[in-house]
């Protein structure tokens, strides 16, 4: 049984940072990307930063471009999403997702192409 499990989400002041976490188990993710989204109230989920589990290469939304990096720890089967200089704006839920994807193709962006998801984590930028 696969399961994605979020952590390290809070409150922080504008400027900010955090470091989100999660934790992936129940089969082997090579040819998977694992994905962070956000959905703020009213919105849908909106993609944020993906990364490749075998090779690592990484993708971003232009909103986290600069301010966001992800990363993966194989050993530890952990994804992390290290969120610099936090704005208003990216308060939300932060979900962790695992989806197919093979090297060169599109990158999955989309949140029905992911097929499993965890149980999100709140963040919340203060002004």
């Known amino acids: 049984q696969v399961q994605l499990l979020e952590s390290g989400g809070g409150t922080v002041q504008a400027g900010g940072s955090l470091r989100l976490s999660c934790a992936a188990s129940g089969r082997t993710f090579s040819n998977y990307a694992l994905g962070w989204f956000r959905q703020a109230p009213g919105r849908e989920r909106e993609f944020v930063s993906a990364?490749?589990?075998?090779?690592?290469?990484?993708y971003y939304a232009d909103s986290a471009k600069g301010r966001f990096t992800i990363s993966r720890d194989i050993a530890k089967n952990m994804v992390y999403l290290q969120m610099n200089s936090l704005k208003p704006e990216d308060t939300a839920v932060y979900y962790c997702?695992?989806?197919?994807?093979?090297?060169?193709?599109?990158?999955?962006?989309?949140?029905?192409?992911?097929?499993?998801w965890g149980q999100g984590t709140q963040v919340t930028v203060s002004s």
């Open positions: 997702g695992a989806a197919r994807y093979f090297y060169g193709t599109r990158w999955p962006t989309n949140s029905h192409e992911y097929d499993y």
């Open positions: 990364m490749r589990w075998s090779g690592g290469s990484t």
